[in-house]
């Protein structure tokens, strides 16, 4: 999935899934980006000092099992960048 706004703002987002059995298995990627964020100073003015831009990466892993018909437990794992 792709997401762009009119700010320069951009999110990108991928998921696998599979299963083995009952067992399911999910995999998702999520890049954020930012451009052209203006840096101040501590005090108010008319003109940045700078831009710069923000970027953030995640990886989650999940796995997920049916106990019964109306209840399934899993777990989940994420690390960001």
Do not use: C, W
């Amino acid at each position: 999935m792709h997401v762009s706004y009119i700010s320069d703002a951009s999110f990108e987002n991928a998921l696998i899934s599979s299963h083995r059995g009952k067992t399911r298995f999910n995999i998702a990627l999520n890049l954020g980006r930012i451009s052209d964020i203006q840096r101040r100073d501590d005090y108010p003015s008319q003109d940045p000092l700078g831009l710069f831009d923000e970027h953030n990466f995640a990886a989650i892993i999940t796995m997920g099992r049916p106990i019964n018909d109306n209840l399934a437990l899993g777990i989940s794992g994420k690390i960001r960048i």
